[in-house]
């Protein structure tokens, strides 16, 4: 595991400033991490490099509410129970953010920074550790679903103050090539007429299904897979349905596979239905949803816009 220490530190409002500006995709090939390294000292005018380039993302962070346990005021105080927790992703860049502060840890420090404190108003964070997505694999194992670009934790620097800031990255859930089988609406339009032109008596009066009924369907074949609390609980996917075929047909697989649904065949179907196969999702735990796979798709449903 890689240890970083910096001599300095950023308080709290400018920790949140460089998160914003940091874009991770960058960062490898600038070898500097907005996010990670100190401030650069002001020397005069011009001695400054550019604190980013145009192509870099300023993130506009969604929060993820069902992953998320933040202060409900300004005014709440923590205790030495309180962990706080904000789980975000970016509709741009599509990179998620966990953000999860900590008071308890550090049990000797009990007072922490407050406004109406005057010698510790504001936290300031000093960067302890960094982990990146090698060190991460190695601790966590290959895992889909908890993928982390990298990973830092601060402490806060006032005396008294127990503050711990863990700042987990991790990149787009799905690659932009699986996004655009249902988010390129050309792809979407010459899917649907190709089907309809295969059986125009059976599709009689259906157009071809735009990106965002598209997203609306997988979204509720997410929610049904969610809510299924035993097998016999499980809503199928016939792959025959009108619905199906004409937002997805047979190009999607790779976007399902993903998703963890797998086809099989239901001998319970109709005799003329059987030979199609159904999708169920291959297991009923939450940590498929945990990960994110439907948030991921509300982002591109905002994205599609
Ligand atoms: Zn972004
Ligand atoms: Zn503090």
């Known amino acids: 595991m890689l240890i970083r220490t910096a001599p300095t530190g950023k308080t709290a409002p400018r920790l949140i400033n460089d998160l914003l500006d940091h874009d991770p995709r960058y960062s490898a090939k ?18 400054l490099p550019a604190r980013k380039s145009p192509s870099e993302c300023r993130h506009a962070l969604m929060k993820k509410e069902h992953q998320t346990n933040a202060p409900i ?3 709440e105080l923590p205790d030495e129970l309180t962990e ?29 920074c407050h ?32 993928t982390v670009t990298e990973a830092h934790r601060f402490v806060c620097s ?16 799905l690659s932009h090539s699986i996004l655009s089988l249902i988010l390129d609406t050309s792809k979407m339009d010459m899917r649907g007429r190709r089907e309809i032109k295969n059986d125009p008596d059976r599709y009689q009066g259906l157009p071809p299904v735009k ?5 609306g369907y997988l979204r509720q074949y997410l929610y049904d897979a969610k809510g299924a609390k035993s097998r016999t609980d499980l809503k199928k ?8 075929m004409l937002a997805f047909a047979d190009e999607c697989d790779e976007l399902f596979e993903y998703l963890d649904f797998i086809a099989v065949q239901d001998d319970a179907l109709e005799p003329e239905v059987s030979v199609f196969h159904v999708l169920v999702p291959k297991h009923f735990a939450d ?6 796979a439907q948030l991921l798709l509300a982002a591109a449903y905002h994205n599609g816009r």
């Not at 741009?92 to 007072?111: E, G, N, P, S």
């Not at 964070?125 to 601790?139: G, Q, W």
């Open 30 to 47: 600038t070898g500097r991490n907005l996010l990670a390294d100190p401030a650069p000292k002001f020397r005069g005018n011009g001695s």
């Open 73 to 75: 005021s300004n005014d």
């Open 84 to 112: 706080y927790k904000v789980a975000a992703y970016c509709s741009t860049c599509l990179y998620h953010f966990d953000i999860t502060v900590d008071f308890w840890q550090r049990k000797d420090r009990q007072a922490p």
């Open 115 to 146: 406004l109406s404190d005057e010698f510790n108003p504001l936290h300031h964070l000093r960067l302890v550790k960094s982990t990146n997505a090698r060190e991460y694999r190695e601790k966590h194992g290959v895992n889909k679903y908890d």
């Open 158 to 173: 006032g005396e008294k103050c127990p503050l711990v800031v863990d700042i987990k990255i991790s990149p787009p859930r």
């Open 211 to 215: 990106p965002l009924q598209a997203l």
């Open 237 to 244: 996917i016939a792959r025959r349905n009108k619905k199906y």
């Open 287 to 292: 940590i498929h949803f945990q990960g994110g």
